[in-house]
Protein backbone atom coordinates (compact mmCIF):
# COMPACT_ATOMS: atom_id res chain seq x y z
CA UNK A 1 0.00 0.00 0.00
CA UNK A 2 1.48 3.73 -0.84
CA UNK A 3 0.96 5.78 1.89
CA UNK A 4 1.79 8.93 -0.24
CA UNK A 5 -0.77 8.28 -2.84
CA UNK A 6 -3.55 7.78 -0.08
CA UNK A 7 -2.15 10.77 2.05
CA UNK A 8 -2.56 13.01 -1.58
CA UNK A 9 -5.71 11.74 -2.19
CA UNK A 10 -6.83 13.12 0.12
CA UNK A 11 -7.52 16.41 -1.59
CA UNK A 12 -10.18 16.23 -4.42
CA UNK A 13 -9.38 18.89 -5.69
CA UNK A 14 -5.89 17.64 -6.40
CA UNK A 15 -7.15 14.12 -7.51
CA UNK A 16 -9.43 16.06 -10.02
CA UNK A 17 -6.46 18.20 -11.54
CA UNK A 18 -4.38 15.24 -11.90
CA UNK A 19 -6.57 13.32 -13.89
CA UNK A 20 -8.21 16.03 -15.98
CA UNK A 21 -4.19 16.36 -16.89
CA UNK A 22 -3.95 13.28 -17.46
CA UNK A 23 -7.32 13.14 -19.81
CA UNK A 24 -5.23 16.50 -21.79
CA UNK A 25 -2.22 14.42 -22.87
CA UNK A 26 -3.65 11.60 -24.05
CA UNK A 27 -5.61 13.49 -26.57
CA UNK A 28 -9.15 12.59 -25.54
CA UNK A 29 -12.12 14.46 -27.18
CA UNK A 30 -16.37 14.16 -26.85
CA UNK A 31 -16.01 10.70 -28.90
CA UNK A 32 -13.32 9.05 -27.24
CA UNK A 33 -12.86 9.97 -23.26
CA UNK A 34 -10.22 8.99 -21.04
CA UNK A 35 -11.66 7.41 -18.47
CA UNK A 36 -15.37 6.57 -19.51
CA UNK A 37 -13.98 4.81 -23.02
CA UNK A 38 -10.87 3.51 -21.24
CA UNK A 39 -12.00 -0.22 -22.24
CA UNK A 40 -11.02 -3.53 -20.25
CA UNK A 41 -8.39 -4.79 -23.05
CA UNK A 42 -5.77 -2.52 -20.87
CA UNK A 43 -7.23 -3.39 -17.19
CA UNK A 44 -4.71 -4.94 -14.79
CA UNK A 45 -8.32 -6.57 -13.07
CA UNK A 46 -9.27 -8.02 -16.61
CA UNK A 47 -7.82 -11.70 -15.62
CA UNK A 48 -9.83 -11.78 -12.60
CA UNK A 49 -13.00 -11.54 -14.62
CA UNK A 50 -13.64 -15.31 -14.71
CA UNK A 51 -13.16 -15.25 -10.81
CA UNK A 52 -15.76 -12.63 -10.14
CA UNK A 53 -18.41 -15.06 -9.28
CA UNK A 54 -16.55 -16.64 -6.61
CA UNK A 55 -14.71 -13.41 -4.86
CA UNK A 56 -18.77 -12.12 -4.50
CA UNK A 57 -19.20 -15.41 -2.43
CA UNK A 58 -16.57 -13.93 -0.05
CA UNK A 59 -17.16 -11.81 3.16
CA UNK A 60 -15.56 -10.25 5.82
CA UNK A 61 -14.02 -12.42 8.06
CA UNK A 62 -16.30 -12.27 11.06
CA UNK A 63 -14.55 -11.83 15.03
CA UNK A 64 -16.22 -13.84 17.46
CA UNK A 65 -16.48 -13.93 21.07
CA UNK A 66 -13.58 -16.30 22.59
CA UNK A 67 -15.38 -19.47 22.59
CA UNK A 68 -16.75 -21.40 25.55
CA UNK A 69 -14.59 -24.26 27.09
CA UNK A 70 -14.82 -27.68 24.91
CA UNK A 71 -16.17 -25.50 21.86
CA UNK A 72 -13.81 -25.64 18.98
CA UNK A 73 -14.34 -22.43 17.10
CA UNK A 74 -14.75 -21.97 13.36
CA UNK A 75 -11.55 -21.79 11.99
CA UNK A 76 -10.75 -20.77 8.30
CA UNK A 77 -8.92 -23.55 6.92
CA UNK A 78 -7.53 -21.46 3.76
CA UNK A 79 -6.18 -18.32 5.59
CA UNK A 80 -3.02 -19.88 6.17
CA UNK A 81 -2.40 -21.05 2.38
CA UNK A 82 0.37 -18.60 2.02
CA UNK A 83 2.67 -20.15 4.69
CA UNK A 84 5.50 -22.45 2.76
CA UNK A 85 5.21 -26.17 2.45
CA UNK A 86 7.38 -27.03 4.75
CA UNK A 87 4.83 -26.21 7.41
CA UNK A 88 2.83 -29.28 7.63
CA UNK A 89 0.05 -27.60 10.34
CA UNK A 90 -0.98 -24.35 11.85
CA UNK A 91 -2.80 -22.25 13.26
CA UNK A 92 -3.42 -18.81 14.34
CA UNK A 93 -6.07 -16.75 16.71
CA UNK A 94 -5.93 -13.12 16.20
CA UNK A 95 -7.69 -11.04 19.34
CA UNK A 96 -9.15 -7.98 19.37
CA UNK A 97 -11.10 -5.75 22.09
CA UNK A 98 -14.60 -4.43 21.23
CA UNK A 99 -16.39 -2.24 23.65
CA UNK A 100 -14.13 -4.12 26.04
CA UNK A 101 -14.82 -7.51 24.88
CA UNK A 102 -11.98 -10.23 23.76
CA UNK A 103 -13.04 -10.82 19.87
CA UNK A 104 -11.30 -13.56 18.23
CA UNK A 105 -10.45 -14.69 14.61
CA UNK A 106 -8.88 -18.15 13.65
CA UNK A 107 -7.33 -19.32 10.98
CA UNK A 108 -5.82 -22.76 10.43
CA UNK A 109 -3.55 -24.92 8.02
CA UNK A 110 -4.47 -28.79 8.96
CA UNK A 111 -5.12 -26.86 12.08
CA UNK A 112 -7.21 -30.27 13.62
CA UNK A 113 -4.57 -33.21 12.06
CA UNK A 114 -3.14 -34.94 15.08
CA UNK A 115 0.90 -35.00 15.19
CA UNK A 116 3.60 -34.76 17.52
CA UNK A 117 4.29 -31.51 19.27
CA UNK A 118 7.53 -32.33 20.98
CA UNK A 119 7.87 -30.45 24.30
CA UNK A 120 5.34 -27.93 22.93
CA UNK A 121 3.19 -29.83 24.82
CA UNK A 122 4.91 -29.85 28.17
CA UNK A 123 3.11 -26.63 29.70
CA UNK A 124 -0.11 -28.99 29.81
CA UNK A 125 0.88 -30.62 32.73
CA UNK A 126 1.71 -28.03 34.26
CA UNK A 127 -1.82 -26.16 33.81
CA UNK A 128 -3.51 -29.19 35.48
CA UNK A 129 -1.64 -29.17 38.33
CA UNK A 130 -3.10 -25.39 39.20
CA UNK A 131 -6.00 -26.75 38.00
CA UNK A 132 -6.39 -29.04 40.69
CA UNK A 133 -5.12 -26.98 43.68
CA UNK A 134 -6.79 -24.22 42.81
CA UNK A 135 -10.01 -26.83 43.00
CA UNK A 136 -8.99 -28.02 46.25
CA UNK A 137 -7.04 -25.01 47.95
CA UNK A 138 -8.54 -21.81 46.45
CA UNK A 139 -6.49 -19.71 49.34
CA UNK A 140 -3.20 -21.10 48.81
CA UNK A 141 -0.63 -19.08 47.26
CA UNK A 142 0.94 -20.54 44.61
CA UNK A 143 4.52 -18.47 45.36
CA UNK A 144 4.54 -20.92 48.07
CA UNK A 145 4.36 -24.34 46.21
CA UNK A 146 7.15 -26.66 46.39
CA UNK A 147 7.66 -30.27 44.87
CA UNK A 148 9.01 -32.61 47.04
CA UNK A 149 10.11 -35.98 47.48
CA UNK A 150 8.15 -37.57 49.98
CA UNK A 151 10.88 -39.66 51.14
CA UNK A 152 14.09 -37.08 50.91
CA UNK A 153 12.32 -33.72 52.03
CA UNK A 154 15.59 -32.31 50.67
CA UNK A 155 15.04 -32.77 46.96
CA UNK A 156 12.56 -30.21 46.41
CA UNK A 157 12.18 -27.19 44.50
CA UNK A 158 9.41 -24.63 44.13
CA UNK A 159 6.66 -25.13 41.01
CA UNK A 160 7.87 -21.80 39.80
CA UNK A 161 11.75 -23.01 39.24
CA UNK A 162 10.33 -26.04 37.63
CA UNK A 163 8.06 -24.32 35.48
CA UNK A 164 11.26 -22.10 34.83
CA UNK A 165 13.67 -24.81 34.07
CA UNK A 166 11.11 -26.83 31.99
CA UNK A 167 10.96 -23.75 29.48
CA UNK A 168 14.33 -22.51 29.97
CA UNK A 169 16.43 -25.73 29.47
CA UNK A 170 18.58 -24.22 32.00
CA UNK A 171 18.74 -27.54 33.95
CA UNK A 172 19.04 -25.66 37.47
CA UNK A 173 17.17 -28.80 38.89
CA UNK A 174 16.67 -31.36 36.06
CA UNK A 175 16.22 -32.31 33.15
CA UNK A 176 13.25 -30.38 30.41
CA UNK A 177 11.89 -34.10 29.98
CA UNK A 178 12.30 -35.55 33.34
CA UNK A 179 10.50 -32.04 35.21
CA UNK A 180 7.80 -32.72 32.97
CA UNK A 181 7.44 -36.13 33.49
CA UNK A 182 7.07 -35.69 37.32
CA UNK A 183 4.31 -33.26 36.52
CA UNK A 184 2.43 -35.81 34.70
CA UNK A 185 2.73 -37.96 37.79
CA UNK A 186 -0.15 -35.89 40.02
CA UNK A 187 -3.10 -37.33 36.99
CA UNK A 188 -3.62 -40.52 35.84
CA UNK A 189 -2.96 -40.27 32.26
CA UNK A 190 -6.74 -40.76 30.67
CA UNK A 191 -7.90 -37.85 33.25
CA UNK A 192 -4.80 -35.50 31.92
CA UNK A 193 -6.35 -36.26 28.64
CA UNK A 194 -10.21 -36.26 29.21
CA UNK A 195 -9.33 -33.19 30.73
CA UNK A 196 -7.52 -31.37 28.02
CA UNK A 197 -10.46 -32.88 25.35
CA UNK A 198 -12.49 -31.08 28.16
CA UNK A 199 -10.65 -27.56 27.20
CA UNK A 200 -10.33 -27.83 23.87
CA UNK A 201 -13.17 -29.71 22.59
CA UNK A 202 -10.85 -31.92 20.26
CA UNK A 203 -11.75 -35.42 21.53
CA UNK A 204 -9.43 -36.99 18.83
CA UNK A 205 -6.20 -35.77 20.40
CA UNK A 206 -4.46 -38.18 22.44
CA UNK A 207 -2.13 -36.90 25.67
CA UNK A 208 -0.59 -40.18 27.62
CA UNK A 209 2.77 -40.38 26.24
CA UNK A 210 6.00 -39.54 28.47
CA UNK A 211 9.24 -37.19 27.62
CA UNK A 212 11.95 -39.57 27.08
CA UNK A 213 13.48 -39.65 30.43
CA UNK A 214 12.05 -41.00 34.08
CA UNK A 215 10.63 -38.25 36.01
CA UNK A 216 12.62 -36.71 38.45
CA UNK A 217 11.01 -37.83 41.28
CA UNK A 218 8.72 -40.78 40.59
CA UNK A 219 6.32 -39.87 43.42
CA UNK A 220 6.31 -36.50 44.16
CA UNK A 221 4.14 -34.38 46.69
CA UNK A 222 3.17 -30.38 46.15
CA UNK A 223 2.86 -29.06 49.52
CA UNK A 224 2.64 -25.38 50.71
CA UNK A 225 5.31 -24.62 52.49
CA UNK A 226 3.62 -21.35 54.58
CA UNK A 227 1.40 -24.07 56.49
CA UNK A 228 3.24 -27.55 55.54
CA UNK A 229 0.23 -29.22 54.14
CA UNK A 230 0.19 -31.38 51.53
CA UNK A 231 -1.67 -30.27 48.55
CA UNK A 232 -1.29 -33.01 46.00
CA UNK A 233 0.69 -36.73 45.73
CA UNK A 234 1.46 -38.88 43.22
CA UNK A 235 -1.34 -41.13 41.44
CA UNK A 236 -0.74 -44.94 40.50
CA UNK A 237 1.13 -45.04 37.64
CA UNK A 238 -0.82 -46.47 34.37
CA UNK A 239 0.01 -48.10 30.61
CA UNK A 240 1.06 -44.98 28.57
CA UNK A 241 0.31 -43.51 25.29
CA UNK A 242 1.12 -41.16 22.97
CA UNK A 243 1.47 -37.34 23.23
CA UNK A 244 -0.67 -36.62 19.74
CA UNK A 245 -2.52 -33.31 19.33
CA UNK A 246 -3.18 -30.73 17.08
CA UNK A 247 -2.19 -27.46 16.25
CA UNK A 248 -5.50 -25.81 17.85
CA UNK A 249 -5.24 -27.02 20.72
CA UNK A 250 -1.83 -25.30 21.30
CA UNK A 251 -2.95 -22.18 19.98
CA UNK A 252 -6.10 -22.77 22.24
CA UNK A 253 -4.02 -23.36 25.53
CA UNK A 254 -1.47 -20.48 24.71
CA UNK A 255 -4.41 -18.31 23.79
CA UNK A 256 -6.09 -19.05 27.24
CA UNK A 257 -2.74 -18.56 29.40
CA UNK A 258 -2.12 -15.20 27.63
CA UNK A 259 -5.88 -13.61 27.57
CA UNK A 260 -6.98 -15.35 30.62
CA UNK A 261 -7.23 -12.17 32.34
CA UNK A 262 -10.35 -10.95 29.98
CA UNK A 263 -11.89 -14.26 29.21
CA UNK A 264 -15.40 -15.25 30.41
CA UNK A 265 -14.91 -17.67 33.49
CA UNK A 266 -16.64 -20.79 31.09
CA UNK A 267 -13.88 -19.92 28.91
CA UNK A 268 -11.12 -19.95 31.16
CA UNK A 269 -9.02 -22.87 32.64
CA UNK A 270 -11.30 -24.40 34.95
CA UNK A 271 -10.48 -22.95 38.45
CA UNK A 272 -7.13 -21.44 37.46
CA UNK A 273 -7.01 -18.16 38.88
CA UNK A 274 -4.70 -14.90 37.53
CA UNK A 275 -2.53 -15.25 40.17
CA UNK A 276 -1.80 -18.55 40.31
CA UNK A 277 -0.83 -18.38 36.39
CA UNK A 278 2.30 -15.90 37.18
CA UNK A 279 4.46 -18.77 37.25
CA UNK A 280 3.52 -20.60 34.10
CA UNK A 281 3.59 -16.53 32.33
CA UNK A 282 6.69 -15.98 33.85
CA UNK A 283 8.28 -19.06 32.68
CA UNK A 284 7.19 -18.96 29.08
CA UNK A 285 8.52 -15.63 28.70
CA UNK A 286 11.83 -17.43 28.90
CA UNK A 287 11.58 -19.96 25.92
CA UNK A 288 14.88 -20.03 24.18
CA UNK A 289 13.12 -20.56 20.45
CA UNK A 290 13.05 -16.38 20.03
CA UNK A 291 11.02 -16.52 16.43
CA UNK A 292 9.08 -13.88 17.71
CA UNK A 293 12.13 -11.53 18.19
CA UNK A 294 13.75 -12.52 15.10
CA UNK A 295 10.74 -11.69 13.38
CA UNK A 296 10.18 -7.77 14.98
CA UNK A 297 13.84 -7.19 13.77
CA UNK A 298 12.71 -8.27 10.10
CA UNK A 299 9.89 -6.14 10.32
CA UNK A 300 11.95 -3.45 11.80
CA UNK A 301 9.78 -2.64 14.92
CA UNK A 302 12.13 -4.44 17.63
CA UNK A 303 12.86 -0.40 18.90
CA UNK A 304 9.21 0.70 17.74
CA UNK A 305 6.69 -1.72 19.99
CA UNK A 306 5.62 -0.79 23.17
CA UNK A 307 4.30 -3.39 25.89
CA UNK A 308 5.57 -6.18 24.50
CA UNK A 309 4.51 -9.78 25.63
CA UNK A 310 5.97 -12.84 24.12
CA UNK A 311 4.95 -16.03 26.02
CA UNK A 312 6.25 -19.25 24.04
CA UNK A 313 7.28 -22.94 23.82
CA UNK A 314 9.77 -24.79 21.55
CA UNK A 315 9.14 -28.02 20.43
CA UNK A 316 12.11 -29.75 18.16
CA UNK A 317 13.38 -33.25 17.01
CA UNK A 318 14.47 -35.79 14.52
CA UNK A 319 11.82 -38.31 13.85
CA UNK A 320 13.44 -42.01 12.89
CA UNK A 321 10.18 -43.59 12.02
CA UNK A 322 9.41 -40.70 9.76
CA UNK A 323 12.81 -39.91 8.42
CA UNK A 324 12.28 -36.31 9.15
CA UNK A 325 13.58 -32.94 11.65
CA UNK A 326 10.79 -31.66 12.79
CA UNK A 327 10.76 -27.90 14.66
CA UNK A 328 7.17 -27.11 16.61
CA UNK A 329 6.41 -23.80 18.23
CA UNK A 330 3.48 -22.21 20.25
CA UNK A 331 3.49 -18.79 20.95
CA UNK A 332 1.14 -15.57 22.27
CA UNK A 333 2.60 -12.22 21.38
CA UNK A 334 1.58 -8.98 22.42
CA UNK A 335 2.52 -5.37 21.83
CA UNK A 336 1.21 -1.52 20.75
CA UNK A 337 1.76 -1.20 17.15
CA UNK A 338 2.73 2.33 16.80
CA UNK A 339 2.64 2.33 12.81
CA UNK A 340 -0.88 3.44 12.21
CA UNK A 341 -0.20 6.88 14.18
CA UNK A 342 2.05 7.78 10.57
CA UNK A 343 -1.59 7.68 9.17
CA UNK A 344 -3.15 10.05 11.60
CA UNK A 345 -4.46 6.97 13.95
CA UNK A 346 -4.06 5.89 17.01
CA UNK A 347 -1.45 3.01 17.74
CA UNK A 348 -3.10 -0.47 18.18
CA UNK A 349 -3.28 -3.32 20.42
CA UNK A 350 -1.68 -6.24 18.42
CA UNK A 351 -2.42 -9.64 19.83
CA UNK A 352 -2.13 -13.04 18.75
CA UNK A 353 -1.63 -16.59 19.17
CA UNK A 354 -0.11 -19.35 16.98
CA UNK A 355 1.10 -22.93 16.41
CA UNK A 356 3.45 -24.19 14.03
CA UNK A 357 4.53 -27.48 13.16
CA UNK A 358 7.59 -27.79 10.68
CA UNK A 359 9.36 -31.22 9.12
CA UNK A 360 11.89 -31.53 6.79
CA UNK A 361 12.84 -34.60 5.21
CA UNK A 362 16.24 -35.73 6.82
CA UNK A 363 18.36 -38.86 4.24
CA UNK A 364 20.78 -39.74 6.89
CA UNK A 365 19.77 -39.59 11.09
CA UNK A 366 23.79 -39.57 11.87
CA UNK A 367 23.99 -35.75 10.30
CA UNK A 368 21.48 -33.68 9.44
CA UNK A 369 22.44 -30.51 10.08
CA UNK A 370 21.86 -28.63 6.75
CA UNK A 371 17.87 -29.73 7.32
CA UNK A 372 17.87 -28.12 10.91
CA UNK A 373 19.68 -25.04 9.88
CA UNK A 374 16.93 -24.80 7.28
CA UNK A 375 14.28 -25.68 8.93
CA UNK A 376 15.15 -23.11 11.81
CA UNK A 377 15.40 -20.31 9.13
CA UNK A 378 11.94 -21.32 7.49
CA UNK A 379 10.49 -21.73 11.11
CA UNK A 380 11.89 -17.92 11.99
CA UNK A 381 10.83 -16.71 8.69
CA UNK A 382 6.76 -17.80 8.73
CA UNK A 383 6.20 -16.67 12.00
CA UNK A 384 7.68 -13.22 10.42
CA UNK A 385 5.57 -13.38 7.29
CA UNK A 386 2.18 -14.11 10.30
CA UNK A 387 3.00 -11.00 12.07
CA UNK A 388 3.81 -8.92 9.05
CA UNK A 389 0.17 -9.73 7.92
CA UNK A 390 -1.59 -9.20 11.49
CA UNK A 391 0.43 -5.75 11.62
CA UNK A 392 -0.96 -4.99 7.92
CA UNK A 393 -4.46 -6.83 8.88
CA UNK A 394 -4.31 -8.95 5.85
CA UNK A 395 -5.22 -12.24 7.96
CA UNK A 396 -8.79 -10.96 8.74
CA UNK A 397 -9.54 -9.09 5.06
CA UNK A 398 -11.73 -12.03 3.73
CA UNK A 399 -12.68 -15.39 4.78
Not at 120 to 146: D, H, M, Y
Not at 188 to 214: A, M, P, S, V
Not at 278 to 291: C, E, M, S, V
Not at 353 to 364: D, E, K
Amino acid sequence: MNQNLLKRAINPDQVFEKLLQIALNQGANANHLAFLDRGIENSPYRDEIERYSTYLKQKSMMFRPYPKLGQIPDIDPDALDFLHEDIKEACVCIGRWNQGQLQTLWAGKNHLEKAQFWSSTKIIPALNVLSQVNSKFPGSAVENWRIQNPEDELQSASFEAIVEDIVSYEKQIDSSNALSAMLKRFETREKLEKWLQTITGNYDLEFRGNYGENPWIMNPELVDSQNKEVLLRAVSDEGTGENLVSAYDLTRIISMIGWHYHLESDAQFPHVNWKSLQPIIKGLGKDTARFVDVALEMLGLENQIRFPVILSKLGHGPSSLRQTIETTYMALVQFVDPLPKSTGNSAKLRSVAMTLRGVIPIQYLENFDDESIRLDARMAAEVTEILRRVITEELDEVA
